[in-house]
């Protein structure tokens, strides 16, 4: 792993906007900008999804809109939310929402945010998670390379007062890399998570150009092999996002790569192209090729691998722990 010396941040073309006001730059390096000089492609009849709804998504949503609270479901536009709020799970953005990288499949705006963080943001997590009512809460947040450590001790800190507030919440941390330092890795790990997941993205050759630079395959494996190595007792997690022109060989070997670190849940989900500036889409798999890769993943030993076109890293992923009685015994209160 890299030692604690840290990357200046730099700005780095990308799909998203820069906050500087630039607006929104051409994909370069060799990437068309979309499928520019193709014809698009067709989206196939299954990239449809039943919008459902029920009592729990209802009063979820109704919190969530009168308390302005801000998840990372309604602003990604998920097409998962009414599923995992029905079933009490939502994902929370931590850190701000301007990432210090670029990469070429995110639409989140890139900056340097000059390390401002909200000294409030633990006890404002905290008290979302108990308006919710959530049984199972995601953190994810923005990289933000212009801090020290990462963010790590401001992660660890919103961890430590949602469980201090929820002691009946479940926590996953979907974390930034921290620049694969492992003392900033375990603070996070440390805080008191059931589960810890960097998502790996993509396979070893597409890794860049699709990442940003200051990202990597080996980091990140590095990452999740550190975490797990640091606390057995917490699950490790990372997810792949499909139709960026990997191979099956290349998903193989990636799989295989990510047992090797003894990362334990996998989740596959269709790439789908933000706007016109973010990396083309290469193809639309289909449902039987998603069941196949799952069946590849559990033959390998994963804990568990959820695999389906609309799956995202945070897709229904109270149910691992249900499987494995972790937690998850009745909704906070």
Not at 243 to 267: F, H, K, S, W, Y
Not at 274 to 289: C, L, S
């Amino acid at each position: 792993m890299p030692d604690s010396k840290r990357i200046p941040v730099v700005q780095v073309p990308s799909g998203g906007k820069f906050v500087n006001g630039r607006g929104i730059p051409a994909i370069k390096d060799g990437i068309k900008a979309g499928n520019a000089s193709a014809a698009p492609l067709r989206k196939p009849d299954w990239l449809r999804i039943r919008v459902r709804g029920g009592e729990t998504y209802a009063k979820v949503q109704g919190i969530v809109h009168r308390h302005k609270l801000a998840t990372v479901c309604e602003e990604a536009k998920c097409p998962n939310i009414s599923e995992c709020w029905s079933s009490g799970t939502a994902t929370i953005m931590l850190m701000g929402d301007v990432c210090t990288r670029a990469c070429r499949f995110c639409s989140v705006n890139t900056g340097n945010p000059r390390g401002w963080l909200d000294p409030e943001e633990p006890d404002n997590t905290a008290r979302s998670v108990q308006l919710m009512q959530l049984r199972y809460v995601v953190l994810t947040s923005v990289d933000r390379d212009d801090l020290p450590d990462g963010g790590a001790a401001h992660y660890a800190a919103c961890v430590r007062r949602v469980k201090e507030l929820n002691p009946d919440t479940a926590v996953e941390a979907l974390t930034p890399d921290f620049q694969g330092v492992p003392a900033d890795v375990a603070t996070v790990v440390d805080a008191g998570v059931e589960v810890f997941a960097q998502n790996i993205e993509t396979v070893r050759r597409l890794t860049h150009p699709v990442r940003d630079p200051r990202a990597g395959y080996e980091q990140t494996l590095a990452v999740l092999a550190h975490a797990k190595a640091h606390r057995p007792e917490v699950l490790t997690k990372t997810s792949l996002m499909l139709g960026l022109g990997e191979t099956e060989p290349e998903i193989r070997q990636c799989m295989d790569d990510l047992r090797a670190a003894n990362v334990d849940i996998l989740t596959f989900g269709q790439y789908l192209q933000p706007t016109a500036n973010h990396y083309p889409i290469q193809r639309y798999v289909t449902p039987g090729e998603f069941e196949q890769y799952r069946h590849w993943g559990l033959a390998r030993g994963f804990l568990e691998v959820v695999s389906g076109v609309f799956v995202r890293s945070s897709y229904r992923a109270e149910q691992v722990l249900q499987k494995n009685n972790v937690g998850l015994s009745q909704p906070a209160k």
